[in-house]
């Protein structure tokens, strides 16, 4: 089954053997907590207190990003312009409209000097402000213009000021409808992160209500206001366009993975509530001017063969008009899994398989690539996700020219897969009935999230694992002229069950001004002690050094931060969206 915390049969984290101990049992020594004591309906305000150092300078008024954004909030990079930039000039992109920053889910924001690593370890970076909310926060923040946007699992969405955190605008959007099990608790109203649309200001989410019988709503919100727009909410129900007959099940469905907004329609995946049930995987479109609904099932023709969309919380993927990149959880029972045969072809079962859709022109989504590895049915049986880890296009400068279209992904059997996104690669295609893939690196520890880019200093890539570390992958062409990814580095502190996937933020492409940020999931079984720690992203010596590190609270699972303008922000399982940056 698809799960979001470990196997029932194993001792531990890792499906196919015991559990190491975690590198670091408890926090690190870091800065004081962001709200303490302060009342749930309160808005506290102030900068922790900073290690001793040096002030660094001041990091500037408070700006906004400018320029056109390319397919829905992401443009593809440009071809290194330098030695050691495989991003050339920063991604053009407004606030933070997605999860991950981008459609291509890079998590590469490539515009903020405000958080270089000197203005970081400035005597007056720290926690800005902490409002609470209602309910727990899973849904990455969004920024668009001047306000965070902020989801809860109790269907509660707010409009936030981004400098001083007073709230704006709020909506109740229904009663959520109970969790079946602890990796959700208590409900399931709103658990994806959202998307803005900059074009018409507009936000669009997905909640779960129990109003006249569990159903899922597509709601599009007036990002000024919070007022619905006009239509709007949509509904879904109906038979998936490959599974004809078979009802879409909301009872058993959970709706993880971040959205997407691609050539004016929203996407959005389903799986189940932490693998219990009778379930399958779907992906559901709505075109945002007619409000059409389309479903695509990741098991043809059935109602019980599993195979969800969930890939820790991390969005659908695109490189372009009309591509839609997924990942799939363990299948059920024969036949589930794909069975050997070439990507270019696929049939109608996709566990444990990367899959790109393609967009029909009446709107449908049909399969028009994959991969799955070739222990795909091994996998299922031991509850060893290949959509634990959400899929990532690298952009342009990482590959060459047979392969110039990258994406990695990763699971929760500790492989890396380096795919090429014009051909994934199908099941056993390689030299003797091996993966045909471009690479494979590993296996490390499990990963249940996603990678973090960077596109300087020759290109990395960045995993924080399950009860492992930060591991930072050095992109680099082996003697055969292939592209590669090898580890070059892992952090000292140990991240344990549950913790976020990283978020990259640099001036550019310029060497040294690179921070990885991540949310780790703390010391208790419910997140208790979460922190915010950032790294610097060179390694020195085979380790990532810690710059800093932030207190939060109790987080939830999977937790991924936001960046804008110099300001990070988190939202936390006990109801607070926090802010921390420069008090100038």
Wanted: net charge positive.
């Amino acid at each position: 089954m698809s799960r979001s915390h470990p196997p029932a049969h194993s001792t531990g984290p890792q499906p196919t053997g015991p559990h190491p101990e975690p590198i670091s049992r408890g926090p690190i020594s870091r800065d004081p907590a962001p709200h303490g004591s302060a009342p749930r309906t309160a808005t506290s305000h102030g900068p922790t207190s900073p290690p001793p150092g040096p002030a660094a300078p001041p990091a500037g008024p408070r700006r906004r990003r400018t320029g056109a954004a390319l397919l829905s909030g992401f443009a593809l990079l440009a071809p290194a312009l330098a030695a050691g930039a495989l991003g050339g000039a920063a991604p053009a992109r407004a606030d933070s409209p997605t999860v991950s920053v981008n459609t291509m889910r890079t998590a590469w924001d490539a515009n903020e000097p405000g958080l270089a690593p000197a203005q970081v370890s400035g005597s007056d970076f720290g926690r800005r402000w902490s409002t609470a909310v209602d309910g727990a926060v899973y849904a990455q923040p969004l920024v668009a213009g001047s306000t965070v946007i902020v989801a809860t699992a109790t269907n509660h969405v707010y409009g936030v000021n981004a400098a001083d955190g007073k709230i704006l605008w709020q909506r109740a959007l229904g009663t959520p409808v109970a969790s079946s099990s602890a990796c959700l608790s208590p409900g399931t109203g709103i658990i994806s992160t959202p998307v803005y649309d900059k074009a018409t200001k507009t936000v669009y989410l997905v909640s779960k209500s129990s109003e006249g019988g569990a159903h899922f709503s597509v709601h599009a919100l007036d990002a000024t206001t919070g007022a619905s727009r006009s239509g709007w909410p949509v509904t879904v129900s109906g038979s998936p366009v490959n599974s004809p007959g078979v009802q879409f099940n909301t009872s058993t469905s959970a709706q993880r993975a971040g959205l997407l907004l691609l050539d004016g329609a929203v996407y959005f995946g389903f799986a189940s509530d932490c693998g219990l049930g009778t379930y399958v995987g779907t992906v559901a479109g709505v075109n945002t001017s007619t409000r059409k609904l389309t479903l695509w099932s990741t098991e043809s023709g059935s109602a019980s063969q599993n195979a969800g969309v969930w890939m820790s919380g991390g969005g659908l993927v695109s490189d372009g008009s009309g591509r839609i990149f997924i990942s799939t959880g363990n299948g059920a029972g024969e036949g589930s899994s794909p069975l050997k045969g070439p990507g270019d072809k696929p049939g109608g079962h996709f566990a444990e398989s990367v899959v790109r859709l393609g967009v029909n022109s009446d709107g449908s989504l049909a399969p028009r690539d994959f991969f799955s590895p070739t222990n795909n049915r091994e996998m299922d049986h031991g509850d060893v996700d290949l959509g634990s880890g959400g899929p990532v296009a690298l952009p342009s400068g990482f590959g060459n020219a047979a392969h110039p279209h990258l994406m990695v992904q990763v699971g929760k059997d500790g492989r890396i897969f380096l795919l090429d996104r014009d051909k994934l690669g199908g099941m056993g295609q390689g030299p003797n009935g091996t993966d045909g893939v471009v690479g494979t690196t590993g296996p490390f520890k499990g990963i249940w999230g996603h990678a973090g880019v960077w596109g300087g200093d020759g290109g990395y890539v960045y995993l924080v694992e399950n009860y492992g570390s930060l591991r930072a992958l050095k992109y680099s062409v082996n003697s055969a002229g292939n592209p590669q990814l090898t580890s070059a580095a892992t952090s000292p502190e140990g991240f344990g069950y549950a913790s976020g996937s990283p978020v990259v933020t640099s001036n550019g492409t310029a060497s040294g001004s690179a921070l990885v940020w991540s949310v780790y999931s703390g010391t208790g079984p419910g997140g208790q002690n979460g922190e915010l720690r950032v790294y610097d992203a060179l390694p020195v010596n085979g380790s990532l050094k810690l710059r800093r590190s932030f207190a939060l609270g109790t987080v939830t699972r999977f937790s991924v931060p936001a960046t804008d303008g110099g300001r990070v922000f988190v939202g936390t399982k006990d109801g607070h969206l926090v802010a921390f940056g420069r008090s100038t």
